[in-house]
């Protein structure tokens, strides 16, 4: 029996203007989240994984971005 795997869902936030600046975001099948540019959908994609995703929305609502880096890094 084979599965028919959908491609992702990539959605733009809805703060994006229209000025074509702007990044897309997909859920991947495995947990993981992916962001491309969106004026580019074949461009390479950042791949997160659902804590490096979280640790990093955490960082910009905290507005705390050294929570981005590395703790080798991070001054």
């Known amino acids: 029996m084979t599965s028919k795997v959908s491609a992702p869902h990539w959605v733009k936030s809805t703060y994006s203007n229209f000025n074509g600046n702007c990044v897309e975001v997909a859920d991947f099948a495995d947990g993981r989240i992916g962001v491309r540019d969106s004026k580019d959908p ?34």
Do not use: C, Q, R
Request: no cysteine; glycine share 6%.
């Open 42 to 75: 074949s461009s390479p994609v950042l791949v997160f994984s659902t804590d490096e995703w979280n640790t990093m929305l955490d960082a910009i609502k905290s507005s705390s971005p050294e929570g981005l880096l590395p703790s080798s890094m991070a001054g």
